[in-house]
């Protein structure tokens, strides 16, 4: 059964970068079957798509931050991770890893999620 | 970006009575295969979204079937035929069809 697990700084300051990594049990990273998103849910409020990168280090942003997300992915490994820039109070939120299948394209397995605060 | 409007934002429930929850999206979610690219999620208290419900119609692997999701275009239902306590949460409706993905607002699902 697969697993993933995110992992990485509770706490963040305003202007720094955000970095998390999301491990990946019971299953390959590499395997073609599947996208690797990230996903984020600011405290009381929905969900929101953050990317995906692919088997072969494809990415897809979303354009709202688009110019401070990067996705990259470690198959030695078997981990995916998140790094996004120049964060602010606006980027406190619960951050889930999460894998979907790449031709429905729905998310059949997520992480438990990690809560990560900007401030200084 | 699709739109996705939910609603009711709150739905209060009786156990063993049905509950619907509906789901709008701002263009049609047909893919050129011929099916609906939206998925239901239920976010239960504490824990991360767990799927329920992929491309409009079809029950993941475990999901009760209790639980049914219909639509087409861009109206969307999910429907709980008699619902049981472990069902409170909140539950998301999901456009897969084009990126950015785009989740709908919620709907939180409480026992009376």
């Known amino acids: 059964q697969v697993q993933l697990q995110e992992s990485g700084p509770g706490l963040v300051k305003p202007s720094e970068t955000l970095s998390l990594t999301c491990t990946v049990s019971?299953?390959?990273?590499?395997?073609?079957?599947?996208?690797w998103n990230w996903i984020r849910q600011p405290p009381g409020k929905g969900l929101e798509w953050i990317g995906y990168?692919?088997?072969?280090?494809?990415?897809n942003y979303n354009p709202s931050l688009k110019s401070r997300v990067t996705l990259s992915l470690d198959t030695s490994k078997n981990q995916f991770s998140l790094n996004l820039t120049s964060v602010t109070a606006a980027d406190t939120a619960v951050y889930y890893c999460?894998?979907?299948?790449?031709?429905?394209?729905?998310?059949?397995?997520w992480g438990k999620g990690t809560t990560v605060t900007v401030s200084s | 970006d699709i739109v996705m409007t939910q609603s009711p934002l709150s739905l209060p429930v009786t156990p063993g009575e049905p509950a619907s929850i509906s789901c709008r999206s701002s263009?049609?979610?047909?893919?050129?295969?011929?099916?609906?690219?939206l998925d239901w999620y239920l976010q239960r208290p504490g824990q991360s979204p767990q799927l329920l419900i992929y491309?409009?119609?079809n029950r993941a692997s475990g999901v009760p079937d209790r639980f049914s999701g219909s639509g087409s275009g861009t109206n969307f239902t999910l429907k709980i035929s008699r619902v049981e306590a472990e069902d409170v949460g909140i539950y998301f409706c999901?456009?897969?069809?084009?990126?950015?993905?785009?989740f709908g607002g919620g709907t939180k699902v409480e026992i009376k």
């Open positions: 999460a894998r979907e299948e790449r031709f429905y394209y729905y998310m059949d397995v």
């Open positions: 019971g299953g390959s990273i590499s395997s073609s079957s599947y996208y």
């Open positions: 990168i692919s088997y072969s280090g494809n990415t």
């Open positions: 263009q049609s979610l047909l893919h050129t295969n011929g099916y609906y690219y």
């Open positions: 491309l409009s119609s």
């Open positions: 999901m456009q897969a069809l084009q990126t950015p993905l785009t």
